[in-house]
């Protein structure tokens, strides 16, 4: 692979921002006797920082620019700096300045000297509003005790991969706060780190931070907990709670019937007769989806995807 390093910045108003973080860039690469690029995605910008980011392209031969049709989040336009980047390492950090390009080299050697695929910025003295980061932190508890990923910082933009690993995973929805959740579905855990970085306060534009993120979080969570424990199977996952309920249902409905054959007793009017019918159909309905989602995960993997990675190869 001729790329050595390839750094990926979404970004997404940034005008003010992006002469002076590109130059920061090249500075921090001066050390870097390799071949390094940098892949500025704009998300559609409203501002000018597109006629920005193409100027420069123009005139630096390690800067490539990529604009999206229209404003798809951080996410999309991560995946889409991933996509089109060449490194055997990847980079990304935020395009606001408050990540510093400086730790950038830091962390791809520790990477590279323990031999992980991801290590990810820890902004242990940030400089955030202190509501932003308290919620922050109380965010970052519960993602790491769901888990199992004991990272003090999973929302630092500024981490370093090794690309290999990161291709198979695929971005979207707001997957980009739980990467190193997502990246533990193809590597060990042990081979995700964190290390102290560098962080400023923003001195221009302004954050697109908002608090209805703070809402998605349990729902991003759901999502990497169901992928970590039932990816490869999902009947197991449906099938329990389906068993559960059906066996319920059937010995309700069993009980009742007997009353009904030796006793007499009428079962219309009685609720527990239409809770037994209700938990049967719901343990049914459970029992189906788990078998739909078993097709529709063999198709998944019977289209080359796999989950796994192969680290090491004798025959290359």
């Known amino acids: 692979m001729k790329i050595y390093l390839s750094i990926v910045v979404p970004v997404y108003n940034e005008?003010?921002?992006?002469?002076?973080?590109?130059?920061?860039?090249?500075?921090?690469?001066?050390?870097?006797?390799?071949?390094?690029?940098l892949l500025i995605v704009d998300d559609s910008s409203k501002d000018n920082t597109g006629d920005i980011c193409e100027s420069i392209a123009?005139?630096?031969?390690?800067?490539?620019?990529?604009q999206l049709g229209r404003n798809s989040g951080q996410t999309a336009a991560m995946q889409a700096g991933f996509d089109h980047v060449q490194g055997k390492y990847i980079a990304t950090l935020d395009g606001d300045l408050q990540n510093d390009p400086k730790d950038i080299l830091r962390l791809l050697n520790r990477l590279k000297e323990e031999k992980l695929d991801l290590i990810v910025g820890w902004r242990k003295d940030r400089k955030d509003p202190f509501?932003?980061?308290?919620?922050?932190?109380?965010?970052?508890?519960?993602?790491?005790?769901?888990?199992?990923?004991?990272?003090?910082?999973?929302?630092?933009?500024?981490?370093?991969?090794?690309?290999?690993t990161l291709k198979a995973v695929q971005l979207y929805g707001e997957m980009h706060r739980l990467i190193p959740a997502w990246m533990s579905l193809y590597t060990d855990k042990a081979r995700i780190s964190e290390d102290e970085v560098n962080h400023r306060p923003r001195i221009a534009g302004e954050s697109?931070?908002?608090?209805?993120?703070?809402?998605?979080?349990?729902?991003?969570?759901?999502?990497?907990?169901?992928?970590?424990r039932f990816l490869s199977k999902p009947a197991h996952f449906f099938g329990f709670p389906g068993l559960v309920f059906l066996v319920i249902g059937i010995i309700i409905l069993f009980a009742l019937s007997a009353q009904k054959i030796m006793l007499g007793i009428d079962l219309g009017d009685r609720p527990l007769f239409y809770g037994g019918i209700l938990s049967?159909?719901?343990?049914?309905?459970?029992?189906?989806?788990?078998?739909l989602a078993e097709v529709v995960v063999r198709i998944y993997f019977s289209n080359k995807n796999r989950p796994y990675v192969i680290r090491r190869d004798s025959e290359n």
């Not at 123009?58 to 990529?66: A, D, G, S, W």
């Not at 908002?210 to 907990?225: E, H, W, Y």
């Not at 159909?281 to 029992?287: D, I």
């Open 208 to 228: 697109k931070y908002g608090f209805g993120r703070i809402a998605r979080v349990p729902l991003d969570l759901f999502s990497i907990i169901f992928f970590q």
């Open 58 to 66: 123009k005139v630096k031969k390690e800067v490539r620019y990529l």
């Open 280 to 291: 049967v159909v719901f343990g049914t309905q459970l029992l189906t989806t788990g078998l």
């Open 131 to 164: 509501l932003r980061s308290l919620i922050s932190k109380m965010a970052n508890s519960l993602i790491g005790w769901s888990t199992d990923i004991k990272l003090h910082d999973y929302g630092c933009s500024l981490k370093v991969y090794r690309n290999k």
């Open 15 to 37: 005008e003010e921002n992006i002469k002076p973080l590109v130059e920061e860039i090249y500075q921090s690469m001066e050390s870097l006797d390799k071949e390094w690029e």
